[in-house]
C-alpha cells in the first residue's frame, strides 16, 4: 500500500468502450492487486485490476461508463496522477501446476497478469475469455506468447456461449481455477466446480478499508472486497439472487 | 491531547490499518467505527455514492459488537496507538445504547462515549433519537449514569435549529457536543433512473457541507457552554482554524481520510505554519474569535 504519483504513458481506446491505460512509477504490484487513481475533478478515486505490470510500468483497462472514466478518457500521455497503488489481496498460486482462468468481459485484466506470471515460472495456464461479441473482444495476451480460448455471448467468434459454458462442456483438467467477470457468472463458475479464486468489482469508497462501503458477507461474516479481498475463495463468498 | 486533530467516526474503521499509511502516534485522538451491542453487517451494497464536492454513505453500522470491539480491536489498536480514543456508541433502543457505553466506557484504552444520534443509515434508530429534544435529553441522561466516562453527544445537522438539540443534551447532562454528523442526501442513477444507494439515501459528507457546519457550530458555541467537537467537510489546516473561530475546541476529520489516508497527518502537519502566517500562538486562544 502505496501512495505514488504516475505518469501516464498509454491511453488508448481499444473496443467500443474499452480503453488501455498505462502508468509509469508505481512499485511492482502483485497479481491480484489493484490500484485507486484520482481523477482530476472527481471526489472519489477510481479502482482498477492491475493487469500488468513491466519495466515499472503497471496496465491497467477500463470500461466507460459514467463521468470518472468518461474524464479519463481525455486524459493525455506524460500527465501525472496521484495513485493508491498495491491495494488488496492477491491470487495464491502456491503449488498450483495446472491452472484454469476464465474471465467474462474486462474481468480479464486482472486475470491477464496473473497469466504473465505464471507463464514467468514457465506454467502455460488454459486461460478461456468469454465476452459479448466479437466487436468486443480485447487481444490481451498477443504480447505473452499464448493465445486464450474466445468464446463469444452471440457466437460471432470463438466458442458460441459463454465462458462458463465452454468450461462446463470441455471440463478442462486444472488444479485450481482463477475467475474475475459479473456476478452471475462467478456465482455460476462457484456453484459448477471447487477449489476456485473469484476476484470480485464493488463500488468502493475509499479503497483501503476505512469506510466499509464494500463489504461482502462470506461464510466467515462480512469481510472488505478492498481490504480482505479483491480475491475470495469460491467456497467462502455468499451470493445474493 | 497535544493536538486537536481527531480522525473522526467511521472513516477510520479502528484505527490500527492507517498505521500501514502513518505513524498514527501524531493524531491527537482517534473516533472508533460506531459500535453496536450485537455485530452487524449493514446495510446491502451499494453504500456509495459520489458528489460534486463529496459523497453519500449508508453503510449502515457495520461492526463486529461492542464486545468484540473492546476485546479485539481495542486491543489492536492500544497496540500501535498509545493514547486514549474515543469510542462511538450506536443503538436502536435505550437499553442498547446504555449497554453499549457501559461495556465501551470501561476499557481503559477509551477515554470518552460519544454518542451517535445522529446516524442517518439505520432504521428504526440512530438519527431517531436525535431529532427530538425531550427523547435526546433522557438518552443523554441514561447513558451518563451507565458510563464511567465522559459523554459527547455527537448531533444531527437534519434538524431545522441544532440549538434546540444542543441544549437538551447539556440539560442531560452531556459533558461535550460533537457535530456535525451527515446531512440526508440521494443521488439517482441517470441510466436506472433507480436511487444508486441500496436503501435509497444516505449521509453526505465531504467539502461541500463545510459551510453547513461551520453555521452550526458558530450556533451552538452561543447556544451552550459545553465543549464542542467541530466537524463537517475539514479538508486542511485553514479549515481547522476557521471551524475554531466558529467555536470548536477541537476538531475531527471525516472524509478525508478516505480519499487521502494520510489526509489527518497532513493537516497535523500543516498547522504550525498556517498558524503562523495568521498569527496565532496558541489555539486554545482562537476558539470561538468569530463571536468577540
Known amino acids: 500500500m502505496k501512495s505514488e504519483r504516475l505518469k501516464i504513458t498509454e491511453n488508448r481506446q481499444i473496443t467500443a468502450d474499452i480503453y488501455k491505460m498505462c502508468l509509469l512509477g508505481a512499485e511492482k504490484p502483485l497479481p491480484g492487486n489493484f490500484l485507486e487513481l484520482t481523477i482530476p475533478g472527481c471526489f472519489l478515486g477510481r479502482p482498477f485490476g492491475v493487469a500488468g505490470y513491466a519495466d515499472g510500468i503497471t496496465e491497467i483497462y477500463y470500461r466507460v461508463v459514467g463521468e470518472g472514466t468518461m474524464k479519463m478518457t481525455g486524459m493525455k500521455e506524460g500527465e501525472e496522477v496521484d495513485a493508491l497503488t498495491g491495494l488488496g489481496n492477491s491470487f495464491d498460486t502456491n503449488g498450483v501446476k495446472k491452472p484454469l482462468i476464465v474471465s467474462g468481459g474486462l474481468g480479464f485484466a486482472p486475470l491477464k497478469f496473473l497469466a504473465e506470471s505464471f507463464v514467468e515460472k514457465g506454467i502455460t495456464p488454459l486461460f478461456v475469455a468469454g465476452f459479448k461479441s466479437r466487436s468486443d473482444i480485447v487481444e490481451f495476451l498477443k504480447e505473452s506468447g499464448f493465445s486464450p480460448v474466445i468464446t463469444t455471448d452471440d457466437g460471432t467468434a470463438g466458442f458460441h456461449g459463454s465462458a462458463v459454458d465452454y468450461i462446463k462442456e470441455k471440463v478442462p483438467e486444472f488444479d485450481r481455477y482463477y475467475a474475475c467477470g459479473p456476478m452471475p457468472m462467478l456465482k455460476g463458475m462457484a456453484a459448477a466446480f471447487k477449489g476456485g479464486q473469484l476476484s470480485l468489482e464493488a463500488r468502493m469508497g475509499c479503497g483501503f478499508g476505512a469506510c466499509m462501503g464494500c463489504s461482502i458477507m462470506t461464510t466467515a461474516g462480512a469481510k472488505r472486497v478492498c481490504k480482505e479481498g479483491p480475491v475470495f475463495s469460491s467456497e467462502e463468498v455468499i451470493f445474493g439472487d | ?292
Not at chain 2, 433512473?193 to 457541507?209: H, L
Request: hydrophobic letters at 45%.
Open chain 2, 1 to 292: 491531547m497535544d493536538n486537536p486533530v481527531i480522525p473522526a467516526s467511521g472513516t477510520f474503521g479502528f484505527g490500527y490499518e492507517f498505521n500501514n499509511w502513518f505513524d498514527i502516534s501524531v493524531l491527537g485522538s482517534i473516533a472508533l467505527k460506531g459500535t453496536t451491542i450485537e455485530a452487524r453487517y449493514g446495510n446491502p451494497l451499494p453504500r456509495i455514492a459520489e458528489c460534486p464536492a463529496g459523497m453519500i454513505n449508508a453503510i449502515g453500522l457495520q461492526n463486529p459488537g461492542a464486545v468484540a470491539v473492546r476485546d479485539i480491536e481495542l486491543k489492536k489498536l492500544a497496540a500501535v496507538y498509545p493514547k486514549k480514543v474515543i469510542a462511538n456508541v450506536g443503538g436502536h433502543s435505550f437499553g442498547e445504547y446504555v449497554e453499549t457505553s457501559a461495556i465501551l466506557s470501561a476499557a481503559e484504552e477509551v477515554f470518552a462515549i460519544e454518542l451517535n444520534v445522529s446516524c442517518p443509515n439505520v432504521k428504526g434508530g440512530g438519527m431517531a433519537f436525535g431529532l427530538d429534544a425531550g427523547v435526546l435529553e433522557e438518552l443523554t441522561a441514561a447513558v451518563k449514569e451507565a458510563s464511567s466516562k465522559p459523554v459527547i453527544v455527537k448531533l444531527s445537522p437534519n434538524v431545522t435549529d441544532i440549538t434546540v438539540l444542543a441544549k437538551a443534551a447539556e440539560r442531560g447532562g452531556a459533558d461535550g457536543l460533537s457535530l456535525i454528523n451527515t446531512l440526508v442526501g440521494m443521488r439517482i442513477d441517470l441510466r436506472t433512473a433507480k436511487p444508486i444507494i441500496s436503501v435509497k439515501r444516505g449521509g453526505y459528507s465531504g467539502p461541500g457541507v463545510f459551510p453547513v457546519a461551520v453555521n452550526a457550530v458558530y450556533n451552538t458555541r452561543e447556544a451552550v457552554s459545553l465543549p464542542i467537537v467541530g466537524m463537517g467537510g475539514i479538508m486542511n489546516a485553514e479549515n481547522v482554524i476557521e471551524m475554531m473561530y466558529a467555536g470548536a475546541d477541537c476538531v475531527m476529520v471525516g472524509t478525508l481520510n478516505l480519499i487521502d489516508p494520510c489526509g489527518s497527518k497532513k493537516i497535523i502537519e500543516d498547522l504550525p505554519g498556517v498558524m503562523e502566517r495568521l498569527g496565532i500562538d496558541k489555539l486554545t486562544d482562537i476558539v470561538g474569535r468569530a463571536h468577540r
